[in-house]
C-alpha cells in the first residue's frame, strides 16, 4: 500500500483552499493539472489600471478609424476609376 501525499491546488487567495489526498498509484489528472497551472498563471498576471485601459482603448478606437477612413477612401478612388475606365477606352 502506498503512502499518501498531500496536494494543494494553487487558487485565488479568495477561495478556500481545496486539499487532495492521492497516493503514487492515482496520479493527478490531466484537466486538474490544467486549472493548477492556469489560476498559477493567473496569479502573476499584472493587469493594467483603469487609466490605462481607458487610454489604450481610444488608441484602439483611433487606429482603427483611421485605418477604416483609409481604405474607405481608396475603395471610393479605384471605384471611380474602375467606372472611368470603360468610358476612356470608347
Known amino acids: ?3 499518501p501525499r498531500f496536494i494543494y491546488p494553487i487558487t485565488p487567495k ?3 483552499v481545496v486539499v487532495a489526498v492521492t497516493t503514487e498509484e492515482q496520479k493527478p489528472s490531466v ?3 490544467f486549472f493548477r497551472e492556469a489560476f498559477s498563471e ?3 498576471v499584472v493587469w493594467p489600471s483603469r487609466d490605462e485601459t481607458q487610454r ?3 488608441v484602439v478606437i ?3 478609424l483611421s485605418v477604416g477612413l483609409f ?3 481608396f475603395d471610393y478612388l479605384f471605384t471611380e476609376l474602375v467606372q ?3 468610358k476612356l477606352v470608347q
Open 56 to 58: 489604450l482603448t481610444m
Open 31 to 33: 484537466v486538474g493539472n
Open 62 to 64: 483611433g487606429i482603427s
Open 84 to 86: 472611368l475606365l470603360p
Open 1 to 3: 500500500m502506498a503512502t
Open 42 to 44: 493567473m496569479r502573476k
Open 71 to 73: 481604405l474607405g477612401l
Open 14 to 16: 479568495s477561495m478556500e
